[in-house]
């Protein structure tokens, strides 16, 4: 092997610091492992050779490969020991001023060709550089934890960055076997900020009692694929660590109204009730198992009533042709019938607002989220609004539930769940790429593997169409009033002329 970087060293060997020595020592660098505690590094050893040892068990690795990684690893006592390193990593406490007395440190007993990183993932790598006599040489390196299954890493540029130092990081990145994004130095990067869509919006929808916590959840996993809920992530990651990153983001790019973080993070915060490590978050954990609630359960209806589908419906001809699939008496006149159930599909607005500028009957109207294609979902959603009959309301849950897929109900809310969480993501992600914090394709790249998204928040507009994106928000601005809901140039353009979102700007 013949690494960019043959002798690499580590400095601050905590979980982050043992992931990135076991990938450069397993890309062919000798490691050299430092820490201020005492035997930290020694003891960090033990625990990456064991790590191999269990890959060695599973016949993953043989034992010549074990004996070749092992021997890469070296411990240090003092700092000067990494002296002969050609690249020095940081990944100690996110601390300022620790880390440029640190670098300063470093910056004198390296060689003025090595290359110093840091592996921050909100600090300014500019503010780092700026204690040093050679800021060329310096740059970001944000791995993601656990450093050996988290295939991306950000490289960092900051405003005296060498381009030939993030060309050798991003070959060194390769040699690890992970993907390097570029990104410019700017709050949360790319990843950290692209997130930002996800969960602060979804606790909005809770602030503002739409629907509860677990069918939120349940909403974004079955209509748009995601993993995790942004509840169930936030327990995972835990709220020491994701209530923080809300409020550096929010006050970096100075009270966007985008990354406003929420009440009730705060409060759980303090309480608390951080996620699973605690045993509470925002749900109840026993055995390390999630205490969900009984699914909602579909109602039983004897005498349906005729349907009549607004001709302003999202969706409108898929529709139709669902609920002829589910043996709906369809009325096909220009106005609904006394008895019929009235069936809206908005983008953007509530039931109410459509109701109410439409003229049709408050008490018969349901609505029924179509920003994604049914045959694309596992999952339907339906809102009544707040004169909704409840024979009505059981009427329609349980139309949509007769062929067996789960049916969610929640309040009448402008977006409903999928849209205003999905919007929110592609807007932010546009912005991104107004901002040319990064490209495009790395972007989309650094979302999926660093947030395990089931596509790249660009691919996901495109899916649901920018132009839908666009009303979307264009509507929830309108019933808002809030900026949060602004769209960016980048997609109003795109959504304007009906390109896709990838489409190369010229």
Not at 136 to 156: C, D, I, S, T, W
Request: hydrophobic letters at 40%.
């Amino acid at each position: 092997m013949n690494p960019t970087f043959n002798n690499v060293g580590v400095v601050g060997v905590g979980a982050m610091g043992q992931g990135i020595a076991q990938m450069a020592a397993q890309a062919g660098a000798l490691v050299h492992l430092y820490d201020t505690r005492p035997q930290a590094a020694k003891k960090a050893i033990q625990s990456i050779v064991q790590q191999w040892e269990r890959l060695h068990g599973k016949g993953r690795i043989d034992a010549a490969t074990l004996d070749s990684y092992q021997s890469r690893l070296q411990a240090c006592d003092e700092l000067t020991d990494l002296s002969a390193c050609s690249l020095v990593i940081e990944a100690i406490v996110e601390n300022l001023a620790i880390k440029k007395e640190l670098f300063a440190q470093i910056e004198s007993m390296v060689s003025p060709s090595a290359v110093l990183v840091s592996n921050t993932s909100s600090l300014s790598v500019t503010a780092i550089a700026a204690a040093l006599q050679h800021p060329q040489r310096f740059a970001g390196y944000h791995f993601f934890n656990p450093v050996p299954l988290m295939k991306v890493v950000e490289v960092v540029a900051g405003l005296k960055t060498s381009p030939s130092v993030c060309e050798e990081l991003d070959a060194f990145t390769r040699q690890m076997g992970h993907t390097p994004v570029r990104t410019r130095d700017t709050p949360g990067f790319i990843v950290n900020h692209a997130g930002r869509g996800y969960g602060t919006e979804a606790l909005r929808i809770v602030g503002e009692s739409i629907t509860d916590f677990a069918t939120i959840d349940l909403i974004l996993k079955d209509q748009v694929g995601f993993k995790l809920g942004p509840f169930e992530l936030m327990d995972l990651t835990a709220l020491d660590v994701s209530h923080p990153v809300m409020e550096s983001i929010y006050q970096q790019y100075y009270d966007e109204p985008r990354f406003r973080p929420s009440i009730i993070t705060a409060q759980r915060l303090a309480g608390g009730l951080l996620g699973r490590k605690t045993g509470e978050g925002f749900y109840t954990y026993v055995d390390g198992k999630a205490a969900m609630p009984p699914p909602q359960p579909s109602p039983v209806v004897s005498d349906m009533p005729p349907v009549w589908v607004s001709p302003r419906a999202a969706r409108r001809p898929e529709l139709l042709q669902l609920l002829k699939s589910l043996d709906a008496r369809i009325e096909s006149g220009v106005q609904p019938s006394e008895k019929a159930l009235i069936l809206v599909a908005p983008l953007g607005f509530d039931v109410t607002t459509v109701a109410a500028v439409d003229h049709l009957d408050p008490l018969r109207t349901m609505g029924i989220d179509l920003l994604m294609s049914d045959a694309q979902t596992r999952r339907r959603v339906l809102a009544s609004n707040p004169a909704t009959r409840a024979d009505m309301r059981d009427a329609a849950h349980a139309l949509f539930a007769r062929d067996g897929k789960p049916v969610s109900l929640i309040r009448d809310s402008a977006g409903f769940v999928t849209q205003r969480v999905v919007a929110h993501i592609v807007n932010i992600a546009s912005d991104i790429c107004q901002q040319s914090i990064c490209s495009p394709p790395d972007l989309e790249t650094a979302v999926q593997l660093g947030l395990g998204y089931p596509m790249g928040p660009l691919a996901m507009g495109d899916h649901c169409g920018p132009a839908s994106i666009l009303e979307v928000l264009f509507n929830m601005q309108t019933v808002y009033g809030d900026p949060r809901y602004r769209p960016s140039p980048w997609l109003r353009r795109r959504g304007a002329l009906g390109l896709s979102l990838m489409q190369t700007e010229h």
